[in-house]
């Protein structure tokens, strides 16, 4: 390699460097937007109304998370389809996958809010048998329901306005959103007596805010993306691209969606009111990882996709390791601080019976641990697709949730006093069953290259 070779592929080096970090800090931001939001939002509720409040939220949850597969299946997809014809200075085709994501969305979040209006009590009814707590669960979900095209419309222009080179803004949007659902959080249940319908109410308005934010986005000159009914390509190659892209990522949150049903109802039968809102805690914690986690994977599938649609390989690899030192390490200080100060998290949620604060510590800590081979098994579902190994990609999205819910109903079953380990169990048996996978394609791979040479 020449001089001039080395100072070139040094100065692409030094770009994908400040790019990283510029994408990195700002996907944090979103993520930590919403993960204060998530977290705030239980400790206001839990302490403005009290167990059952965080209790009807958490077991609102799998509605919450299957909005969420919706915008990982359509925006996440979009995103990373609009981020591939970015690279390869295709704005026509980058703008027509963009209008058809934004409308898709509006779309599925109208059917979402017919079915708050014609269905409310079977809706509620379908996520909780605890009669104390089918209540206020419903009127937490009524309120979100109605809300979804906000929820829905927000995430997915949030996705595509990062790619397209103003991830700021989106931080920006995200950081405002949540910051008016708290206030406004405190405001509904305080002093308008909405209760916990108040909490949900505040969680749209955010979302409104947030979404008309992101609008100043396409008045910038550096704005790619604009309406485009057009393009080469037929409605039906957009959509497949989209799917075929999203549908990883979002058959692991359809995965997470189910879990977090079974699980609620799991938990609630063996470990009645009390074991619902240590896994509610549980769940709040997860938060705190995602809020690491959806910003290393927001920025490893931006900046990925669009050296995949430049074809850099070296520069693929560089991206791929900087996000895993950085999951690394925030992994491991918020698994410290977790086993340190499992307590002060418990009472920060209104917890204040002693048998609760006790299996709320032992839980905690192994939730702590728990959570780590899932962040890492994550992770790796989006290098697979990134290197084109859709099978394996495939087989993570599956398995990263389905695994765990037979574990739980065995121990639950078993042995309900150790059920708090059943997602640690999984995790592990996850990981070994993927590593023994790969061995065996690197297997394949070499005898194939042997027998052709």
């Known amino acids: 390699m020449s001089s001039s070779d080395e100072i070139a592929v040094k100065q692409s080096q030094g770009d994908i460097t400040k790019q990283f970090w510029r994408f990195l800090w700002s996907s944090i931001l979103i993520a930590l937007s919403g993960c204060l939001g998530n977290v705030v939002d239980g400790i206001i509720v839990g302490n403005l109304i009290g167990e059952d409040g965080v209790s009807a939220i958490n077991l609102s949850r799998p509605v919450v998370q ?12 979009a995103s990373m389809v609009v981020g591939f014809y970015l690279g390869k200075k295709d704005a026509g085709r980058a703008r027509y996958v963009f209008t058809q994501a934004l409308f898709g969305s509006l779309a599925v979040g109208l059917v979402l809010t017919a079915i708050a209006l014609l269905w409310p009590a079977e809706t509620a009814a379908l996520l909780c048998k605890n009669a104390r707590l089918l209540q206020p669960t419903r009127e937490y979900l009524s309120v979100l329901l109605l809300g979804a095209p906000a929820y829905l419309m927000m995430w997915a222009l949030s996705a595509m306005v990062g790619v397209d080179g103003s991830p700021r803004l989106v931080s ?11 206030c406004l959080d405190i405001v509904f249940i305080k002093y308008f007596g909405w209760g916990i319908a108040g909490s949900s109410a505040a969680t749209v ?3 409104i805010v947030g979404f008309a934010i992101m609008l100043r986005h396409f008045g910038y000159s550096n ?3 604009k309406l485009s009914w057009s393009s080469g390509d037929t409605w039906g190659k957009a959509w497949r691209q989209i799917i075929s892209q999203g549908t990883p990522l979002a058959l692991a949150s359809i995965c997470l969606t189910l879990l977090l049903f079974c699980a609620n109802s799991i938990v609630l039968s063996a470990r009645a009111r009390t074991g619902i809102f240590v896994f509610a805690l549980c769940m ?9 986690l959806a910003g290393t994977c927001r920025t490893l599938q931006s ?5 995949v649609g430049r074809g850099d390989v070296d520069n693929l690899r560089l991206v791929i390791g900087k996000c895993l030192r950085f999951i690394t390490v925030a992994m491991v200080v918020t698994c410290i601080f977790v086993w340190v100060w499992p307590q002060g998290i418990a009472e920060l949620f209104g917890c ?6 006790a299996e709320s510590n032992h839980a905690l800590r192994v939730f702590a641990l728990s959570f780590i081979p899932f962040c890492y098994i994550y992770v790796l579902m989006i290098i697979y697709k990134l290197y084109g190994y859709h099978r394996m990609a495939l087989f993570i999205s599956l398995a990263l949730s389905l695994t765990v819910i037979p574990v739980l109903w065995a121990v639950a079953h078993i042995a309900p006093q150790a059920i708090w380990y059943s997602y640690l169990i999984a995790y592990v048996i996850e990981g070994a069953i993927i590593y023994l996978l790969h061995r065996l394609q690197r297997i394949r791979f070499t005898l194939q290259r042997t027998t052709n040479e």
């Open 303 to 307: 900046l990925g996709s669009i050296e």
């Open 205 to 207: 308005v955010g979302h």
């Open 352 to 357: 204040k019976d002693t048998a609760t604060l």
């Open 66 to 77: 299957f909005m969420f597969t919706v915008t990982t299946l359509i925006a996440t997809g």
């Open 284 to 292: 709040n914690l997860l938060q705190i990882y995602n809020l690491f």
């Open 172 to 182: 920006v949007a995200i950081l405002i959103d949540n910051a008016v659902n708290l």
């Open 223 to 225: 704005c790619n993306l």
